[in-house]
Structure formats: structure tokens, C-alpha cells
Nanobody
Framework: QVQLVESGGGLVQAGGSLRLSCAAS????????MGWFRQAPGKEREFVAA????????YYVDSVKGRFTISRDNVKNTVYLQMNSLKPEDTAVYYC???????????????????WGQGTQVTVSS
């Protein structure tokens, strides 16, 4: 069982930055692919970014490429999402997720992840 706890959300003006953190319990964090998803009011949960268990390769949805950076620290059992040049359309609840399937492929669909955090609100004002 893995527990994920997000932090770092808040209210920021357009063009600003936030850094989200997701701390994971357990000793096998380095075996999980990790992902960030978001859900805006009235919309489905969407993929934002994911990182391979080794931390070598990252994947992003097109709308955040060049603005967001996912990273991980396998010693601290933490995954991060650095968000720069924020836009009002980035407003959502952001969730981190863990894939413990040991598959090679890094998933971009929510059904490919096994554990979820409680979410942290990010609000970008115009």
C-alpha cells in the first residue's frame, strides 16, 4: 500500500509559478512510475505529466510543455511538479499518482495508476 500526500498548491496570478510536491510512503518508491493529473470543475481528470521510475524520462501533455517540469527524488520519496508561466486555464485540483505495475511503459491514462493522493488546489487568477 502506498500513501501519497500532495502539497504546494495555492492562489497565484497569471504568469506566476508554483511548485507542487508529492510525498510517498513506503520503501519501494523508486519502483513506481509517477504521474500528475488535474481536474477542473465540470471537466474530466486529465494527464499533465509523468516520470519514469528511474527519473530519466518525462512526458507532458502538449498544453504544459515548456512551462511545467516533473522531477523526482528517490531518496526523499518525493515527486515534484514545477509550474511556471501559469495561465488561468491551469486552474484545477492537481493529483499525484503512482503506478506499481512494474510495466516498462509510462502511462498517461488515469486507469494506469494504482494509488492517488487527495489532491491540491491550484488557482490562477487573470
Amino acid at each position: 500500500q502506498v500513501q501519497l500526500v500532495e502539497s504546494g498548491g495555492g492562489l497565484v496570478q497569471a504568469g506566476g509559478s508554483l511548485r507542487l510536491s508529492c510525498a510517498a510512503s513506503g520503501r519501494t518508491f523508486s519502483s513506481y512510475h509517477m504521474g500528475w493529473f488535474r481536474q477542473a470543475p465540470g471537466k474530466e481528470r486529465e494527464f499533465v505529466a509523468a516520470i519514469r521510475r528511474s527519473g530519466v524520462t518525462a512526458y507532458y501533455v502538449d498544453s504544459v510543455k515548456g512551462r511545467f517540469t516533473i522531477s523526482r527524488d528517490n531518496v526523499k520519496n518525493t515527486v515534484y511538479l514545477q509550474m511556471n508561466s501559469l495561465k488561468p486555464e491551469d486552474t484545477a485540483v492537481y493529483y499525484c499518482a503512482a503506478d506499481d505495475s512494474l510495466r516498462l511503459r509510462v502511462g498517461t491514462s488515469s486507469n494506469e495508476y494504482d494509488y492517488w493522493g487527495q489532491g491540491t488546489q491550484v488557482t490562477v487568477s487573470s
